[in-house]
């Protein structure tokens, strides 16, 4: 039966059943090139009665904007103008239909694509490759209309985990704005400890920023928190800095 269900897989069997855009409960689609950005990455979600939208890819009217948003409320009319265009190009029997290519050689930093749909019985599916040319133009097109607003959201969170087999290098970071005050916590192991020898093995801590400004990048600023914070002996319980 395993043997089965990955030939059904590899061929893009999906069975009997026929799906339609009312099934839809999320669409995604990726390009990743040789940057460290994807060239493109859309996905649009289905939460209860309402649709979220998440885009990273070049907006303005000369492209020469870099946007990434996630989880920007949109409305129907616009969620139902994209599923139309699925429904009018065929977009989910072709993704059923479509055959990954099979490459004898693995390159890790090939450019890779993606296309994918999950349904509301909970069943989903994913190809190495693209919608059509509609598809891709109105996920663009949305994406120039919302980033504006979407940027203007108030980051409050955000995390970065990392997990290994044997722990050697696991990490957790994590930024939380409460009340007007950014909370720094993090969590590492004895191999990442070794590059701050002041620091204990699985350190779990929690600082107060109350002056850290949300333009600080993102990576960086994960860096100076974590160096700072490890340049002198670290406390268990939470403390003002």
């Known amino acids: 039966m395993s043997i089965l269900s990955l030939l059904l897989g590899l061929f893009g069997c999906g069975g009997n059943k026929k799906y339609t855009i009312d099934d839809i409960v999320l669409v995604h689609t990726g390009y990743y090139g040789m940057e460290s950005n994807p060239v493109y990455s859309f996905a649009m979600r289905k939460e209860e009665d309402n649709w979220v939208f998440s885009a990273s890819c070049r907006v303005g009217s000369n492209k020469d904007h870099y946007t990434s948003f996630s989880s920007f409320p949109i409305t129907d009319e616009d969620a139902q103008g994209f599923l139309q265009i699925i429904r009018e190009d065929g977009e989910i029997e072709r993704l059923f239909k479509y055959r990954n290519p099979i490459r004898i050689f693995h390159i890790s930093d090939a450019p890779a694509r993606s296309f994918g749909m999950t349904f509301s019985d909970g069943n989903s599916i994913e190809k190495k490759t693209k919608p059509g040319d509609r598809a891709l133009d109105y996920l663009y097109a949305l994406a120039d209309r919302h980033y504006k607003s979407a940027e203007s959201v108030e980051v409050t969170a955000v995390s970065i985990h990392r997990n290994c087999m044997d722990y050697s290098s696991s990490c957790s970071f994590c930024l939380e704005k409460n009340e007007g005050v950014w909370l720094f916590s993090f969590s590492v192991n004895h191999t990442l400890c070794c590059q701050y ?33 490890t340049s002198q002996k670290i406390p268990r319980f939470s403390r003002k800095i």
Do not use: G, K
């Open 197 to 229: 020898p002041r620091c204990m093995a699985f350190i779990e801590t929690i600082h107060y920023f109350p002056n850290l400004h949300t333009s600080t990048p993102f990576m960086s600023c994960f860096e100076q928190l974590f160096t700072v914070n």
